[in-house]
């Protein structure tokens, strides 16, 4: 059997929720734990056509078997008119057999999301993303205020979970406080499925 693992599985076109997702696997490993990454492919409007299964660059598409043995998740997309996107969306909604076998009942899972506008549905997003992980009966973490960054941020970084604001043009990287933010969810998650893995072994 394979060392447990975080799966930080994200969607990502412009590379803004990507690196949010790399600095949440940061904050996995500095927690002592695996941080597995994977994406899923875009959606093409004709219904025929079909990804290569190998990227071309970056992450690995996500298997339903990298879903069923993570020791928890954090889950990525940017923010589509306050919604997560369809991507991600078309994946979730593949996982029926993990829900009919209950594989992620009592696991830890936290959510991230990029905008362009400061107010432009990050929360709405992450709620969004919690509601299928919820009927997968995960134990939903977010981000609490003990961590000062939350107070003084200026950018993204919500209560709900890590969030960035990439700007209009997408150019804006990620602040201080919305990479501490990503890490502490990274830790917060490891964290708890080391807890969880002790009380229940
Ligand atoms: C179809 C579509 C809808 C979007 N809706 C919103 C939105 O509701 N609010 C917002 O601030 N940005 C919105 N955006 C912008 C993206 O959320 C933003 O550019 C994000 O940082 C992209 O992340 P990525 O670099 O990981 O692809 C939208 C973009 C697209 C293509």
């Given at each position: 059997?394979?060392?447990?693992?975080?799966?930080?599985?994200?969607?990502?076109?412009?590379?803004?929720?990507?690196?949010?997702?790399?600095?949440?696997?940061?904050?996995?490993?500095?927690?002592?734990?695996?941080?597995?990454?994977?994406?899923?492919?875009?959606?093409?409007?004709?219904?025929?056509?079909?990804?290569?299964?190998?990227?071309?660059?970056?992450?690995?598409?996500?298997?339903?078997?990298?879903?069923?043995?993570?020791?928890?998740?954090?889950?990525?997309?940017?923010?589509?008119?306050?919604?997560?996107?369809?991507?991600?969306?078309?994946?979730?909604?593949?996982?029926?057999?993990?829900?009919?076998?209950?594989?992620?009942?009592?696991?830890?899972?936290?959510?991230?999301?990029?905008?362009?506008?400061?107010?432009?549905?990050?929360?709405?997003?992450?709620?969004?993303?919690?509601?299928?992980?919820?009927?997968?009966?995960?134990?939903?973490?977010?981000?609490?205020?003990?961590?000062?960054?939350?107070?003084?941020?200026r950018g993204g970084g919500t209560p709900y979970g890590p969030s960035h604001h990439a700007g209009v043009d997408g150019k804006r990287?990620?602040?201080?406080?919305?990479?501490?933010?990503?890490?502490?969810?990274?830790?917060?998650?490891?964290?708890?499925?080391?807890?969880?893995?002790?009380?229940?072994?």
């Amino acid at each position: 059997m394979s060392a447990a693992y975080i799966l930080v599985l994200y969607y990502s076109r412009h590379g803004a929720t990507a690196d949010m997702a790399r600095q949440i696997a940061r904050g996995v490993e500095m927690a002592g734990l695996e941080a597995r990454l994977r994406t899923v492919p875009a959606i093409s409007s004709e219904c025929e056509a079909v990804a290569a299964q190998i990227p071309a660059e970056g992450a690995l598409y996500v298997s339903l078997d990298d879903l069923k043995n993570c020791a928890g998740l954090a889950l990525g997309s940017p923010t589509r008119f306050g919604n997560m996107a369809a991507p991600l969306k078309y994946f979730l909604d593949g996982t029926s057999s993990l829900w009919l076998s209950g594989g992620l009942v009592g696991k830890p899972a936290g959510v991230f999301t990029s905008t362009a506008s400061l107010h432009g549905g990050q929360e709405t997003t992450l709620l969004s993303m919690m509601l299928p992980l919820l009927h997968h009966g995960m134990l939903i973490a977010g981000l609490p205020y003990s961590e000062s960054a939350l107070l003084e941020t200026r950018g993204g970084g919500t209560p709900y979970g890590p969030s960035h604001h990439a700007g209009v043009d997408g150019k804006r990287a990620l602040d201080e406080h919305e990479i501490s933010l990503c890490r502490v969810l990274g830790q917060r998650l490891a964290q708890t499925a080391m807890k969880l893995e002790t009380v229940r072994g």
